[in-house]
């Protein structure tokens, strides 16, 4: 597996690392393997333990009626191109055909306008974790475009008033920080151009990471919905005055596109290498078996580092396997730390440390190694979370005129005024596109028809 070739080395590792089987007899629709199962509920729990603090867990159904989903119609234009519809009840042709969620507004928000009437109610902040459909046209590919999105985890906000709604937003940029930090994987926030907005949203803010391909990926999406669905929906309350006001919404989510860029940006060309709070395990033992006399002394060594490490998830690998197809092995599947007990250590009361994101080896002695674990956790998320954030750096640059991006990989900052007509011919002479924009604090000049702007726009070939 060359990560150099990153299209190839990525299908590999999926199942390699038996993350994703792609061999389900349906374009576009993938199968977890146990192991790629059991990091993506790691890595989701890590997200709901965030929400926890101020959202409640809510789940609504996967089938929603035609006429809810129609109801407002920039949303559905966005898309209508998209929905798998279910029109038959075993040989009955239903009255009212029903579409397999693309997003879940048009099931939650008929319910919001029963269940909210006063501003006792707000703000209501719910989230649920699930699968979404989307008839994807273009080419579908294991965790980055998928026909059936398995996890997508999607909050949905109520509130008084736009000024709620924002701040609400706000914390949600803050909590996709911290969820993202945690994962060591970088990424930059940008507002998407109003021609990229979610449909039927006032603006959308956007995380967006880069592969290692040089093309973006967008990793979590955040949107101050104003009050259009509301008033779609007629979702008021009455405010303190005993006026009938709509609410103002807001929604965000995160689908697995996030493990695609935790196995993306961290990888090598031996495997994963998963920060150590998301591994299925996070301690590989193992024993270097010399002569059968050592045996049963170094397998009860091997069972006291499992316990002096009882608060970590370990393994202990007693298979008859030499030991290099066993690190081989671990190593591929991304376990942080590899703990080895061979005659040696077991003479000295040491025990040996490998890390799987260096490769680096030390003796450690017995009575430090707790300690030592501990610290090398830590260690551990910040090398690889600085190098990844070292690479995306690298391939961040500003540019003063749009061809310098052309058949270049990364991302590209440029000064535009902010204007569709702008942005458009930036794209085109660019061959990339607009993500999104943000202020800068000194003024530059939009190179295509010289206004003087506060804006930067950020270019980039997305996944
Ligand atoms: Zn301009």
């Not at 040491?350 to 830590?378: M, N, Y």
Request: charged residues 25%.
């Amino acid at each position: 597996m060359k990560k150099s070739e990153f299209s190839e080395w990525f299908n590999e590792l999926l199942v390699d690392a038996q993350i994703m089987d792609v061999r389900y007899p349906v374009k576009g629709f993938y199968v977890w393997f146990p192991f790629g199962f059991n990091l993506r509920n790691r890595t989701y729990n890590v997200l709901r333990s965030l929400l926890d603090t101020d959202h409640e867990e809510a789940y609504f159904p996967l089938l929603i009626p035609e006429h809810e989903l129609l109801k407002e119609s920039e949303h559905i234009k966005g898309f209508e191109d998209e929905v798998f519809w279910v029109t038959r009840g075993g040989s009955t042709t239903l009255d009212v055909p029903l579409a397999l969620r693309p997003t879940s507004e048009t099931a939650m928000y008929p319910m919001f306008s029963i269940w909210i009437r006063s501003h006792a109610d707000l703000p209501l902040r719910l989230y649920q974790l699930v699968n979404t459909f989307r008839y994807e046209t273009k080419h579908t590919r294991p965790l980055i475009r998928l026909r059936e999105i398995t996890s997508f985890l999607e909050a949905h906000t109520a509130h008084e008033t736009w000024e709620d709604a924002k701040l609400q937003t706000e914390v949600a940029i803050k909590l996709y920080k911290e969820f993202y930090d945690g994962l060591g994987v970088p990424y930059v926030i940008s507002r998407r151009p109003d021609w990229d907005k979610f449909p039927g949203a006032d603006y959308t803010i956007a995380f967006d990471t880069l592969m290692p391909d040089g093309k973006s990926l967008q990793i979590g999406t955040i949107h101050h919905l104003g009050t259009k669905f509301a008033k779609t929906f007629d979702i008021m309350y009455e405010d303190r005055d005993g006026e009938q006001q709509y609410v103002n919404q807001t929604c965000y989510g995160v689908s697995e596109r996030c493990i695609a860029a935790l196995i993306s940006v961290h990888g090598d060309d031996k495997g994963l290498i998963l920060p150590p709070e998301v591994a299925p395990t996070q301690v590989v033992i193992i024993p270097i078996f010399k002569t059968a006399a050592d045996d049963e002394a170094l397998i009860e060594a091997c069972e006291w580092v499992a316990r002096e490490l009882s608060e970590y998830r370990t393994t202990i690998d007693l298979a008859d396997e030499r030991p290099g197809a066993k690190y081989y092995k671990w190593e591929r599947q991304g376990v942080p730390i590899r703990v080895e007990v061979g005659p040696r250590d077991l003479a000295e009361g040491s025990v040996t440390v490998a890390r799987r994101d260096t490769g680096e080896k030390e003796s450690v002695p017995r009575a430090q190694l707790s300690a030592h674990i501990a610290q090398l956790a830590c260690d551990i998320l910040a090398n690889i979370a600085g190098k990844a954030h070292a690479f995306m750096l690298s391939k961040t640059n500003v540019i003063d005129k749009p061809e310098e991006a052309k058949g270049q990989h990364g991302m590209f900052k440029i000064a535009w005024c902010g204007s569709e007509d702008c942005g458009r011919t930036l794209e085109v002479l660019s061959d990339a596109d607009i993500l999104g924009e943000f202020e800068e604090a000194s003024e530059s000049f939009c190179p295509i028809c010289n206004a003087t702007t506060y804006v930067q726009a950020l270019l980039a070939r997305p996944y």
